[in-house]
């Protein structure tokens, strides 16, 4: 989980994380890791004084560098702790991610899937406490960016609530490097579509409800600079071919 300024949400998150860890127990070991993007709050301190029990670690950046950054120094700290029958969440730092969902998540990745995404765009998703104009720009970028790079059959290309096979992930940095991303802005989800879809790893989606009014304080997302992001993928989508067809 990448997080920058969550100070305000830290309490409800930690909650979430304990409900979590309680949830899966029973079947799974669950670790948490917080990459801390340059918070200048009390992000950091109020993380270690909340967690208890959890089994946390924090990866701090000196500066803010963006979420796309955050998962780079994440999937890189996965890589050499992975092991092929593990799980991989990756969610909101300001508990928008509904962690209610995630057992449903798994059983359909049990069903053979490598990657499950959480969608707010499929039937019986949707938005609470979102305003008219970033939902339409939302839209409107979704649909652009999946038609511009030819991304087929998913609903939602950029949500961070994602469940990962290992072996995806581990194929991934196999492919494109221990971070897997280059992106540092919240593009960098499209960029992982991407190269999933390159791979050709199985993809399923669950609905998913995302209500902003979860979220203490603002959104870090500044749409038209992430627009931008989207279209500026375009760029890279021959040298990431090439990759692919070297691995």
């Known amino acids: 989980?990448?997080?920058?300024?969550?100070?305000?949400?830290?309490?409800?998150?930690?909650?979430?994380?304990?409900?979590?860890?309680?949830?899966?127990?029973?079947?799974?070991?669950?670790?948490?890791?917080?990459v801390d993007d340059g918070s200048s709050d009390d992000t950091v301190r109020l993380a270690s004084e909340s967690a208890g029990d959890l089994d946390l670690s924090v990866l701090q950046h000196d500066v803010n560098k963006g979420p796309g950054a955050a998962f780079a120094t994440g999937f890189s700290h996965l890589a050499g702790l992975l092991s092929t029958d593990d799980w991989v969440i990756t969610m909101e730092g300001d508990n928008t991610s509904r962690h209610e969902l995630i057992q449903q998540m798994l059983v359909r990745a049990k069903e053979g899937f490598d990657v499950v995404l959480a969608s707010p765009y499929m039937y019986g998703g949707g938005f609470t406490q979102t305003s008219f104009l970033r939902k339409l720009l939302s839209s409107g970028a979704n649909l652009v960016v999946k038609d511009l790079l030819d991304i087929q059959g998913i609903l939602t290309v950029s949500s961070f609530f994602r469940l990962y096979r290992a072996d995806a992930l581990l194929r991934m940095q196999k492919t494109f490097g221990p971070g897997i991303v280059e992106r540092n802005g919240f593009e960098s989800m499209v960029e992982m579509v991407m190269?999933?879809?390159?791979?050709?790893?199985?993809?399923?989606?669950?609905?998913m409800q995302l209500d902003s009014s979860r979220r203490k304080g603002k959104s870090k997302m500044k749409?038209?600079?992430?627009?931008?992001?989207?279209?500026?993928?375009?760029?890279?989508?021959?040298?990431?071919?090439?990759?692919?067809?070297?691995?």
């Open 195 to 207: 190269k999933m879809a390159m791979l050709r790893l199985s993809i399923s989606e669950v609905a």
């Open 223 to 247: 749409i038209f600079r992430t627009i931008r992001g989207y279209l500026s993928l375009w760029r890279s989508k021959s040298k990431w071919f090439a990759l692919v067809k070297e691995a």
């Open 1 to 34: 989980m990448p997080v920058f300024n969550e100070a305000l949400n830290i309490n409800d998150l930690f909650d979430a994380f304990s409900s979590l860890a309680k949830e899966l127990s029973s079947v799974f070991s669950v670790s948490f890791i917080l």
